[in-house]
């Protein structure tokens, strides 16, 4: 075949499908999103021994086709717009009835599929035996037995679906007999769609009426916009045997489906396919496992130490390369220095560029250690137990079970970010809980937060820096339930909805897709580093430089110097002079700061903001964050560095702040607290709007969060300072 063939992995969530991904396409793989949704997507390529290439997607993992949340959306619209040429369906082999209510409905919708029987081993740990022929036999498509951590039955696996691609032979549909009165529905609504061509042009009529009978909203939204008539005609035939089915057995279209599928697939097992080697009532090795962990006494306090070793364990091994990150842009600001003549493109590069960016880079070490720490948990399975724990404390604040995963994703344990936590709330189906979970998600310790976190804890409490972050992030949680549960009493009243979710079997996560997610997320650091914070970073040093020091100044520091050499003479001593003059030209940049742009922002600024202790420089970083919170060490690293002339005064920005008799403690604190609570970044705020359908919350996250802030900063400084901890 000349063609590139196109793979998609479908699945359920933590059946491996990733891991299969990673697997077979290696480093030749691309990250982005899906248009018009924040929705990872994920591509690679592979080549099969033959020579012929083909293009692996990983699709969104999903439980059913129905459009319940955006991952079921885009599986579906990726399978039936785009018509991948083979897709491999990765089931886990230890709980396969489950996991094969999917495969049913790919049947349904008649794609060309190839199922994976993932997690052989863990199956028979659990003394569960599968005949894979046996169910290829009775599903009319390959089943394939592999496992995906070690490769092992990959290659039958591609082989299959090479030779499947070749074949391209056009497939039924299933059919599955969902009971007299919804097969005769099933019938009708079929002839109706099949007579008026209504959307056959993407989906097959049988597959369209069950969507509708399923009551799939999205189907039905395409529907009313395709033909209002037929849409109507079909919305009738629904309302009828559903109002049958509630009078004659008390349930509804959705619910018989569902039964019939799990139904269809039971017969399939019991043929010989599923023996059980041990008592159904086995206890296995992960339920053993959770018996401790997920204990109501043990569970929590557990959690909390496994956090406070993940600060451990990063803020320890990142130490050094930190260090030596710092000593490079130390080092090439010094020969850049050296080798250009004064002036702006010199200030630029050393301030802008240089002392700017050099403060966010410097802590990609910090943020590899903690996305490893956090691959480790997540791909363990533990991060799902997590959530499984946190469930009990959000209902008590009003929240919803699915919200702790908007709050993980945001940076709940540290380092994510807020707009996919946004995102990620869409699959609460409660308007109150999906509101009151995207309006709070912001205040967690995203991975742009954590830079800044970092800078200011190794800089004044070094001795304590892992217990301080553990405290902080701990600190985040409170806050964003304290101000959930204050919604949920006041504008988002309402009931608060069950939570059902499931727990995957714990795994020994591989190196290899340990060290792929690691540079996943770090790469997407640095290129936001090297891109939108560069540009910020530019900007600001724009702001800060222009428009300098009005004529009158420049000629009163000119005289000073004139004076300064003049009254010098041969007892004077050459340090001497060099220290007046270097002091002159300290004078001189700190004035030109104040005189610019950005720092008449920030002196403005300062008749409000002495109240929390932050001084005109830090007001500029302040608002520069607002674009993106990295931003706020570069700003201060560009500030500091266009403030200070003397090259043997200059130090990494940490020196830089510790020195400096403005900072302690008790500022530093006080700035922590600030920076994790003020209003989100540009970019969430408007996610949050588009989420919401209205630019109000966005508008109310921005003032509600900054005024928060800015409240819980002052205690914090005018506390301090009470008791005597700052002068």
Known sequence: ??????????????????????????????????????????????????????????????????????????????????????????????????????????????????????????????????????????????????????????????????????????????????????????????????????????????????????????????????????????????????????????????????????????????????????????????????????????????????????????????????????????????????????????SMLISGVIDGMGGVLGFVPLIMFMFFGIAILEDSGYLARVAFMMDRVFRIFGLHGSSVMAYIVSGGIAGGCAVPGVMAARTLRSPRERLATLLTVSFMNCGAKLPVLALLTATFFSNNQAQLMFLLTLLAWGVALTAAKVLRLTVLRGESTPFVMELPPYRFPTFRGLLIHTWERTWQYIKKAGTTILAISILIWAMMTFPGLPKSEEEFFAQQRQEVTASADQTTEALSLKEKLAAIDTAQAGSSLRHSLAGRIGTAMESVSWLPGFDWRTNIALVGGFAAKEVIVTTLGTAYSLGETDPEA??????????????????????????????????????????????????????????????????????????????
Request: with cysteine; net charge negative; aromatic share 10%.
């Open 1 to 346: 075949m000349s063609k590139t063939i196109t793979i998609a992995l479908a699945g359920n969530p933590n059946a491996g499908k990733t891991t299969l991904f990673n697997t077979l396409t290696g480093a030749r793989q691309h990250v982005g999103n899906y248009p018009g949704v924040t929705v990872e997507k994920k591509a690679g390529a592979y080549i099969f021994p033959s020579g012929e290439q083909a293009t692996i997607v990983d699709l969104p993992g999903t439980y059913s086709l129905t459009a319940y949340s955006v991952e079921e959306v885009v599986a579906r619209d990726y399978l039936v717009q785009e018509k991948p040429d083979v897709v491999i369906n990765i089931t886990d082999a230890s709980n396969l009835e489950r996991n094969l209510y999917l495969s049913t409905q790919l049947l349904e919708l008649g794609v060309p599929m190839i199922i994976a029987l993932n997690m052989i081993d863990v199956a028979q740990d659990r003394g569960i035996t599968l005949d894979a022929q046996r169910l290829s036999d009775l599903l009319k498509v390959p089943v394939i037995p592999i496992l995906a951590r070690s490769g092992k039955g990959t290659p039958e696996l591609m082989g299959n679906a090479l030779e499947l691609a070749r074949k391209n032979t056009p497939w039924n549909p299933l059919h599955i007999s969902y009971g007299e009165d919804v097969d005769l529905a099933l019938r009708t609504m079929a002839e109706c769609i099949s007579e008026a061509g209504f959307m056959t042009d993407s989906y097959t009529p049988r597959w369209l009426a069950l969507k509708y009978l399923e009551g799939d909203s999205q189907i039905q939204e395409k529907g009313r916009k395709n033909n209002p008539t037929v849409d109507a005609q079909l919305q009738e035939i629904v309302a009828r045997v559903s109002a049958h089915l509630h009078q004659t057995m008390e349930t509804y279209p959705e619910a018989i489906i569902a039964d019939h599928r799990y139904g269809y697939l039971k017969s399939v097992l019991r043929q010989e396919v599923i023996t059980h080697k041990f008592d159904i009532d086995r206890l296995h090795a992960s339920d053993r496992i959770d018996k401790v962990l997920t204990n109501r006494f043990l569970g929590p306090l557990i959690m909390l130490g496994v956090l406070l070793g993940l600060y451990k364990f990063t803020f320890t091994y990142s130490a050094l390369p930190v260090a030596w990150i710092e000593t490079f842009f130390g080092w090439l600001g010094t020969i850049l220095s050296g080798l250009l003549p004064d002036g702006h493109l010199k």
């Open 650 to 727: 200059n130090g990494s920005l940490a020196e830089t702040l510790a020195r400096d008799p403005h900072w302690n403690p008790v500022v530093a604190l006080a700035l922590i607290v600030f920076v994790m609570f003020y209003a989100p970044c540009f970019v969430t705020v408007v996610c949050i709007s588009r989420e919401s359908g209205s630019w109000k919350w966005g508008v109310f996250s921005i003032c509600f969060n900054t005024g928060f802030a800015f409240l819980l900063a002052t205690l914090v400084y005018q506390g301090g300072r009470a008791l005597g901890f700052a002068g």
